[in-house]
């Protein structure tokens, strides 16, 4: 009788540590996200003016063309940041699409990256008609 309880406690003792840990891992992973390959990824960077007058445009929409997992949104200063998937030569796309800041022509551009991780794009908008 007495091993049968013993072995019972030892179950529930094996049952509340997985579950402990179990716990931290869910736990670890809602505060610090999934693991990324950083490796592989490289971000894009710039600041989006107006042709006409040099100030920022906010709230162009930047992506990558043709993918819709990979796209920013340029703040009060203009400036946007879009990670992507390293490549040998991107095509972005800048829209004004909510036309709130002006109405601006979209954009379409070709970037020849040559394996950098880190590339700059600055880009000038023209007014709409």
């Known amino acids: 009788m007495k091993k049968i309880a013993h072995v019972k406690r030892k179950l529930?003792?094996?049952l509340f540590t997985g579950c402990g840990i179990t716990t931290?891992?869910?736990?670890f992973q809602a505060c610090y996200g999934t693991p990324?390959?950083?490796?592989?990824?490289?971000?894009?960077y710039g600041v989006v003016?107006?042709?006409?007058?040099?100030r920022p445009v906010q709230?162009?929409?930047?992506?990558?063309?043709?993918?819709?997992?990979?796209?920013?949104?340029?703040?009060?200063?203009?400036?946007?940041?879009i990670?992507?998937?390293?490549?040998?030569?991107l095509y972005l796309h800048f829209e004004?699409?909510?036309?709130?800041y002006g109405a601006y022509s979209s954009k379409d551009t070709i970037i020849a990256t040559l394996?950098?991780?880190?590339?700059?794009?600055?880009?000038?908008?023209?007014?709409?008609e």
């Open 49 to 54: 003016t107006s042709h006409t007058t040099g």
């Open 83 to 89: 990670y992507i998937p390293q490549q040998d030569s």
């Open 12 to 14: 529930w003792k094996a």
């Open 59 to 81: 709230g162009v929409k930047v992506s990558l063309k043709d993918s819709p997992y990979h796209d920013s949104e340029t703040d009060a200063e203009g400036c946007f940041i």
């Open 115 to 128: 394996g950098k991780r880190e590339i700059e794009c600055n880009v000038s908008l023209n007014e709409a």
């Open 96 to 100: 004004d699409k909510f036309r709130q």
């Open 24 to 27: 931290a891992a869910f736990i």
């Open 36 to 44: 990324q390959d950083y490796e592989r990824d490289a971000y894009v």
